[in-house]
């Protein structure tokens, strides 16, 4: 089993603890002007809203409402994904000496695979899905998905 380890370092297919977090501190200033930017589209849009209700375009208003619930969730989204990576950069180290996934980290590392598929504008979500699912194992990535 030693030898395994040494193997997998030397050929860099370890989970390494630094490369992690670096990564995760990577996306969170990015996930936070993407959350910027969402706020403000849903501000626009409520403003929107309001404008078109004032004119009597109800219609119109009704869709601007559905755009609005789109961006609040997305909005949502966004604020999670962020507190899952605060959450997994504290724990790189348990994630470093589990083979499984802990049961307090599942949640998290579940949901950051499944958001990485679906998320393209955050980039470094597709490499934390990459380490996590060297680490955990595709089953785990293929279930989490």
Known sequence: MDIRKKLRAFLGKGFRTTKFRST????????????NQRRA??????????????LGNHDRALLRV?????????L????????????????????????????????????????AIRCGELPELQEIRAILTSQFGKEFAAIAT
Do not use: F, T, W
Not at 24 to 35: D, N
Not at 103 to 110: G, H, T, Y
């Open 24 to 35: 995760i501190k990577l996306a969170v200033p990015r996930i936070s002007i993407l959350k």
């Open 41 to 54: 589209r849903c501000s626009i849009a409520r403003c929107d809203v309001i404008e078109l209700l004032k």
């Open 66 to 74: 559905e755009q609005v619930i789109m961006e609040q969730n997305m």
């Open 76 to 115: 949502d989204v966004v604020v999670i994904i962020e507190g899952y990576c605060h959450l997994l950069k504290e724990r790189a180290s348990l994630i470093q000496q589990e083979k499984v996934c802990p049961d307090e980290l599942k949640e998290a590392v579940s949901s950051l695979v499944y958001a």
